[in-house]
Nanobody, 125 residues
Framework: QLVQSGGNLVQAGGSLRLSCAVP????????IGWFRQAPGKEREGLGCIAVRYAYALYADSVKGRFTISKHSAESTVYLQMNSLRPEDTATYYC????????????????????WGQGTQVTVSS
């Protein structure tokens, strides 16, 4: 079970940090992905992190603005979002799947088995 927090209303140019709490007993086993979905649009993969290695991969749309990190002691993965734009407005989700050795990382939604409840991010212009 993934539990999310951190969504809010923010002005353009501002920053937010989203949190995704992961079951501690399996924290290092997971790949955690971040996604968003705006009304009327498909769910978009933003990036993912292989928790064991702290290796992250990002979509071009957010590269350089968003950063995924982990806090092992709290079994939490974060999505730090900077330089936010009105087009970043969406419901944001974290998701997890068990890491598979030698399988390339992907932030395709179909790869993920467990999903957080979602949190709303609204960026005003």
């Amino acid at each position: 079970q993934l539990v999310q927090s951190g969504g809010n209303l923010v002005q353009a140019g501002g920053s937010l940090r989203l949190s995704c709490a992961v079951p501690a007993s399996r924290f290092d086993d997971f790949v955690i992905g971040w996604f968003r979905q705006a009304p009327g649009k498909e769910r978009e993969g933003l990036g993912c992190i292989a928790v064991r290695y702290a290796y992250a991969l990002y979509a071009d749309s957010v590269k350089g603005r968003f950063t995924i990190s982990k806090h092992s002691a709290e079994s939490t993965v974060y999505l730090q979002m900077n330089s936010l734009r009105p087009e970043d407005t969406a419901t944001y989700y974290c998701a997890a799947h068990v890491e598979v050795a030698d399988r390339p990382l992907s932030f395709s939604p179909s790869r993920y088995d467990y999903w957080g409840q979602g949190t709303q991010v609204t960026v005003s212009s």
